[in-house]
Structure formats: structure tokens, C-alpha cells
């Protein structure tokens, strides 16, 4: 996975057709190996912008505001819905029309730092990338993509169409730019009065290291280093707000990706649908054929006992009545029966030689349960009962240690 870094050049540096010349990008890897870079035009961009995981925009200085800003104790939601009224006194114009995005806290301190840009300005750029292919895009201060040393003051020169653009910053959340003429000493004495007393930093191309360095000579306390892609990837990653997340085009990457699954997830419902409808229509069948079956069955029940009324299922009732008709006219009734089955196994219980073996009885279903003190019967026992049992037309079974069920149906 990669993610692609672009610097956005000022927008006074812009040509005519507000489209800058060329953005300084790099494509980097998971690691924070640089795997590719370069310069070109921003919509030249497209597949390297379409490969990238992620693209993050580094802003101008000089087109961000950092702001303080004393902060109420509110929650998040209501914070950022406060913010436009926060900034307010520091912006010019309408603060509707600027991107906002809110610095962490820092200490126990009541101000926190706002990042201000143009809402506008910075819709065009994020909608340029969506439409190129952008699956996330952030944008960031170029100011705080820059490395900072306690108690010193980093800076970055670099050459665009409009001059030199300075970048600098002076604390975690803070810092500025500016668009100077092409003079490097000039620029050098801007510089140091903006960092004060404090040491500088001063990051340039590798190129024109060997003319800041001797501008520099005549400009004390600065320090020059070659401004590489590295350490401005690793300072970006510590950046934890973003001016793009409150922009509705930024949804526009989430919306193609919705895209994608849309058709899928439509068959997706479709066969759920389907499936629903063909099981409901499966169970309406199956409910009728019941409602048949047991309307015919209680109409025989009725041609059959006309003057009896039914309860419950006919089937139970019918094959009750059939019972009960056979015990008066002296059939015994079924030998599943409770009586019938106790007195068969009472027979065949006597048996075994220890009288006093049966622990209990219990009847449910059309079966008998018998169960014995611990010890006192054994397979020889069991097969003796079965022996009994099956002139009688029931079925022994040991089911556990000392547990027998007994059914009807002979061997």
C-alpha cells in the first residue's frame, strides 16, 4: 500500500488559468521508504493519484492561517459547530467560506490552534483528485510537515513562479509563509527577523545549497540542511488534523467506491428477496395442505361420532374412543397402554430373583422407564425380562446403568 504526497505550490504562483505549473510529489510506501518522485502538473497525476492508497496535499504556508483561539469546555460535535464563530474576528470575509480544522489540545491551556483556507480554492483541488481516481485524500499545512527541533525554529526555501516561497515553523502547531522576490540573502534577513533569537534550520534544494550557503555566511544563527521528501513525510504523519475532512467533495471517493458495490449489492437484495418470497410461498402451500388434511380428518371424526364433540386433535380423540370401544367390548386395549404395559412387566419382573430390585416406574409417550437400586440387576436379568416381555409383545432395552425402556413390540 502507498500512499502519494503532493506539494501544492502557492496560489499566487498559479498561471492564468489558476492551474499551477508543477506540484512536487512522492510516492511512499508503508515503511517511509521514498519508492517514487518527481514534478509535474496536477492533473497529470491521475495514475499515480489512482494506484496510491491515500493522497495527502501539503498546502502552502501562505494559503493556510494558523490561528489561536480560546476554546470553550464543549464537546467535540459542538466544538467544530462553534469554530466558524471562533475565528471569526481573525478571518476576513465570511468564515462559511474557509475550511477549518482544529488542532489538538496542548497542555492544560484554553487555546488551541485553528488551520484556516479558502473552502473554494480548496474543493477545486480535492474534486481535481477524487476525479483522477483519489480513494482518500487529506490536506495538511505544508508548515507543519517540516522537522522540529525544541527550542529552535525550522524553515524551507524553495523557487516557484512567483519567487521564493518561505516556509516556516516555530512550534508544534504553529508557523507561516510567505512569497518573497528571488534574493536569497534578502529572504535570509526576512527569515531570521521572523525566527527572532531563536537557531534556525533552514532546509533548501540540494541544488541551491551551495548559494544559501553563501548568502548564510553573511546572516548569523542558520544553519542549512538539503530538503529531502524523508523527513517531510515522517513530520506529516505526526500531523493529526485534517483541512479536507469537513469537505463535502471528499465524499465523492466514498461515493465512487459506493459505485462499485452497487450493482453487486443490488443482486445481492434481489436474491434475498427471492429466497424470502419463495419460502413464504413454500409455507402457504405446506399451511393449506395442513388445513386440508385436518379439515378432512375432523369431518370424519364427525361423520364417525356425530353427537360427541371434538377436542383438541381428532386423530388423539378418535384413537382414544377406538381404545376405549375395545376395553368394553373386552379387547384389553392397547398393549402400549399404561395398565396393560404395567401388568405385562409386573409379569415379567417376577422373574428375577430379587424382589426388592425396583428403584421406580414412569410411563410418558407410550413407553415405561424402569429404573433399579445400583447392583442389583445385570445382562443376565435383562435378558431373562425380555425373554418375558417378548411373549407379551414389549421390548426390553438397557439405556443406562441400571435403566431399562420398555416398548411395545415383540422380538
Not at 536569497?184 to 544559501?212: I, W
Not at 469537505?247 to 466514498?254: F, Q, W
Not at 395398565?339 to 409417550?365: F, H, Q
Amino acid at each position: 500500500m502507498t500512499t502519494l504526497y503532493i506539494r501544492y505550490p502557492a496560489r499566487a504562483a498559479a498561471a492564468d488559468n489558476g492551474v499551477p505549473s508543477s506540484c512536487q510529489f512522492a510516492l511512499v510506501g508503508d515503511g517511509g521508504n521514498v519508492m517514487q518522485q518527481g514534478a509535474g502538473a496536477l492533473g497529470n497525476l491521475g495514475e499515480l493519484v489512482s494506484s496510491a492508497r491515500r493522497v495527502v496535499l501539503l498546502l502552502a504556508a501562505a494559503d493556510v492561517s494558523l490561528l489561536k483561539v480560546k476554546v470553550p469546555p464543549l464537546s467535540g460535535a459542538k466544538l467544530k459547530a462553534a469554530l466558524p464563530n471562533l475565528v471569526e474576528e481573525q478571518v476576513l470575509g465570511d468564515p462559511a467560506d474557509c475550511a477549518l480544522a482544529l488542532a489538538p489540545a496542548s497542555g492544560d491551556s484554553d487555546e488551541r490552534v485553528v488551520a484556516v483556507a479558502n473552502r473554494a480554492w480548496l474543493e477545486v483541488l480535492v474534486k481535481a483528485l477524487v476525479a483522477q481516481g483519489a480513494h482518500g485524500v487529506s490536506a495538511l499545512p505544508v508548515q507543519l510537515c517540516l522537522p522540529l527541533a525544541p527550542g529552535s525554529v525550522s524553515a524551507a526555501l524553495g523557487l516557484d513562479d512567483a519567487g521564493l516561497e518561505l516556509t516556516l515553523r516555530s512550534a508544534p502547531y504553529e508557523g507561516l509563509g510567505l512569497t518573497l522576490p528571488n534574493a536569497p540573502e534578502s529572504a535570509l534577513h526576512t527569515l531570521r527577523a521572523l525566527a527572532g533569537e531563536a537557531p534556525v534550520t533552514l532546509y533548501v534544494a540540494p541544488a541551491q545549497h551551495a548559494e544559501y550557503a553563501a548568502a548564510a555566511s553573511h546572516v548569523p544563527g542558520i544553519t542549512l540542511e538539503e530538503d529531502h521528501w524523508a523527513h517531510r513525510v515522517a513530520a506529516a504523519k505526526a500531523v493529526s488534523f485534517d483541512l479536507a475532512a469537513g469537505l463535502g467533495a471528499v465524499t465523492g471517493a466514498s461515493a465512487r467506491a459506493w459505485q462499485r458495490w452497487k450493482w453487486p449489492l443490488r443482486i445481492a437484495v434481489a436474491a434475498v428477496l427471492v429466497n424470502i418470497v419463495g419460502m413464504n410461498w413454500e409455507w402457504l402451500r405446506l399451511k393449506r395442505e395442513a388445513d386440508a388434511v385436518r379439515q378432512n380428518m375432523t369431518q370424519v371424526f364427525r361423520s364417525a361420532y356425530p353427537n360427541q364433540p371434538m377436542i383438541g386433535d381428532p386423530a388423539d380423540q378418535m384413537r382414544q374412543n377406538i381404545a376405549r370401544a375395545r376395553a368394553a367390548a373386552g379387547g384389553g386395549g392397547a398393549s402400549n397402554e399404561f395398565t396393560n404395559m404395567s401388568a405385562a412387566v409386573g409379569e415379567a419382573l417376577s422373574v428375577l430373583p430379587n424382589r426388592e430390585a425396583l428403584a421406580g416406574i414412569e410411563y410418558k409417550e407410550r413407553s415405561m422407564t424402569i429404573k433399579f437400586k445400583p447392583n442389583s440387576v445385570d445382562a443376565n436379568a435383562l435378558a431373562q425380562v425380555q425373554s418375558a416381555l417378548a411373549q407379551r409383545k414389549l421390548s426390553a432395552s438397557e439405556t443406562g446403568p441400571g435403566v431399562w425402556m420398555v416398548k411395545a413390540g415383540g422380538k
